[in-house]
């Protein structure tokens, strides 16, 4: 099975900062990867798939990269409302999520 | 506009079954594979099982493999997960949600199953 680890599990940043998450595949999943966005009580959004496409209706603040086994989520500039739990997930066998990286506004 | 309604969720003993149930609405259903994935409290989101579009194929994790069966009935539009055999570790909001070629892009909003004495 594949395993996905994120880094780091949570962070602290304040509104307008450039805020990045990391993501390794334990083994290359070319760029079959995917970051979700969850709030409690709510329903997980699908932020960005194929790496780095971003779903529609999605902030353009939000911009993913990498390939292989290296991936990285950004937010350009954070706002209140992105504060979540924020998952990365491989689609290349099966499917598997990261353990989460919990973000907080200071 | 695409909506997933889970239901069927509840307290059930170990060892007991349960039946988990998704309505879906607002898109051609038979067209896309469906997940349920859920979510222990203070954990993150696990997968946990897959089936296609028509039904002929289903995939599960490991953790459920053997307990768990997925299956859809595409005239009603639902999507099912039967558990049995259920352990105290299976207590979790279990959520079911749409496959896209992207990956599950829309989500029900969760049906809290509790595997209590």
């Known amino acids: 099975d594949i395993e996905m680890t994120q880094s780091p599990s949570s962070l602290s940043a304040s509104v307008g900062d450039r805020v990045t998450i990391t993501c390794r595949a334990s083994?290359?999943?070319?760029?079959?990867l995917n970051w979700y966005q969850h709030k409690p009580g709510k329903a997980p959004k699908l932020l960005i798939y194929a790496t780095s496409t971003l779903q529609s209706g999605v902030s353009s603040r939000f911009s993913g990269s990498g390939t292989g086994t290296d991936f990285t989520l950004t937010i350009s500039s954070l706002q209140p409302e992105d504060s979540a739990t924020y998952y990365c997930q491989q689609s290349y066998s099966s499917w598997t999520f990261g353990q989460g990286t919990k973000v907080e506004i200071k | 506009q695409v909506q997933l309604v889970e239901s069927g969720g509840g307290v059930v003993q170990p060892g007991g079954s349960l039946r988990l149930s998704c309505a879906a609405y607002?898109?051609?259903?038979?067209?896309?594979?469906m997940h349920w994935v859920r979510q222990a409290s203070g954990k993150g989101l696990e997968w946990v099982a897959f089936v296609r579009y028509d039904g002929s194929e289903e995939q599960y994790s490991n953790s459920v493999k053997g307990r768990f069966t997925i299956s859809r009935d595409n005239s009603k539009n639902t999507v099912f997960l039967q558990m049995n055999s259920l352990r105290l570790e299976d207590t979790a909001v279990y959520f079911c949600?749409?496959?896209?070629?992207?990956?599950?892009?829309?989500w029900g909003q969760g049906t809290l199953v509790t595997v209590s004495s």
């Open positions: 083994q290359s999943i070319s760029t079959y």
């Open positions: 607002g898109f051609t259903f038979r067209s896309y594979g």
């Open positions: 949600a749409k496959e896209s070629v992207a990956g599950p892009d829309y």
